[in-house]
């Protein structure tokens, strides 16, 4: 998991976002072939849920960021 972090860490955010939406269709047709037939390990939806989790925390944390930063106080 740390070297994942440390991949996250590099993406830009335009490649977070589409990364999201490829991950968000790959869990779509995981459901449904699972809903069709049992795939061999389920486990592999919880993954993708929690890796789509991360790739979201990791583009929201880079926006709060961006907000604090771009705030005036004065």
Same mark, same amino acid.
């Given at each position: ?5 440390? $991949?996250? @860490? =590099? *993406? =830009?955010?335009? $490649? ?10 790959? *869990?779509?047709? *995981? @459901?449904?072939?699972?809903?069709? =037939? ?12 929690? $890796?789509?989790?991360?790739?979201? %925390?990791? *583009?929201? %944390? ?13």
């Amino acid at each position: 998991m740390a070297k994942e972090k440390a $991949d996250l @860490k =590099s *993406l =830009s955010e335009v $490649d977070l976002q589409s990364r999201i939406a490829e991950e968000e269709v790959r *869990l779509k047709k *995981l @459901k449904f072939g699972h809903a069709v =037939s049992p795939i061999e390990n389920p486990m592999n939806i919880r993954e993708l849920r929690r $890796d789509i989790a991360r790739l979201k %925390t990791e *583009l929201r %944390t880079r926006e709060r960021g961006a907000n604090t930063n771009n705030v005036n106080h004065g």
